[in-house]
């Protein structure tokens, strides 16, 4: 009886042991880098441009802020939002409304995703250069790609503001280019094509794809 036990304990642990080594691999599967010289797509969304989420232009044609912005500027406008003359260089001190160019052109069947146009890279500790696209209010599927060396790993970050709670969905297959020349200067240039384990609905299929060209920061 003790023997039957002991060998059952086993296999359960080996199953365990198994189990966490796929999902660690799974969850950690990196795909080889196509270097090119010259990649010969459109990417002429790098010239556009949106100002920071929740500025816009108001009906009195100034620049201001909507949703979650800073308390201090409401005292800054009358009551049909119109910033106060004697208050724009404070207000415009306070928010930001940078001209912020796109670096990112893309589509995807992912949850609660309404788009985004921007993704962010920096060098990281360890070689490894890290970009994760932005959310929104309305965005809560971020495709995160790690780049070291001649290889790249790549997953979507889900956090649901529903009650799907959070996952991570591992790259199932894919491939990248990169535009070697500009990557030695510091620039991401790549077109890329990706799809993703859905650990939450298996039957239902995700993919990312696209373009991006971003900075890549430093430390």
């Known amino acids: 009886m003790k023997i039957k036990f002991v060998l ?9 042991s198994y189990t966490t080594a796929v999902k660690e691999t799974n969850s950690n599967r990196k795909i080889k880098i196509e270097w090119t010289e010259h990649l010969e797509e459109d990417f002429s969304f790098k010239e556009k441009w949106s100002y920071q989420e929740f500025i816009y232009k108001n009906r009195h044609g100034q620049l201001s802020c909507d949703g979650s912005c800073p308390v201090e500027i409401d ?6 939002g119109k ?10 001190a306070i928010i930001d409304t940078t001209h912020v160019f796109h670096s990112l052109r893309s589509k995807n069947k992912m949850y609660e995703y309404s788009g985004t146009d921007y ?15 932005a959310n929104n ?3 809560n599927s971020s495709l995160i790609i ?16 529903r009650d799907l709670g959070q996952h991570n969905f591992p790259l199932e297959n894919g491939a990248i280019k990169i535009d070697r020349n500009l990557f030695e ?31 890549i920061k430093t430390e």
């Open 137 to 139: 209010v309305s965005t």
């Open 119 to 133: 993704i962010d890279f920096q060098k990281i500790k360890g070689g490894i250069i890290r970009g994760k696209s």
């Open 8 to 16: 059952l304990l086993i296999l359960v642990l080996i199953g365990l």
């Open 185 to 215: 200067q510091g620039i991401l240039k790549a077109v890329f094509n990706f799809n993703f384990e859905n650990t939450l609905e298996p039957n239902k299929n995700l993919f990312w794809n696209g373009q991006i060209y971003s900075s």
């Open 75 to 80: 005292r800054m406008k009358d009551e049909s």
């Open 146 to 161: 790690e780049i070291q060396n001649d290889s790249c790993a790549v997953w979507v970050d889900f956090n649901s503001i």
């Open 83 to 92: 910033i106060y003359q004697d208050s724009l260089h404070a207000f415009y």
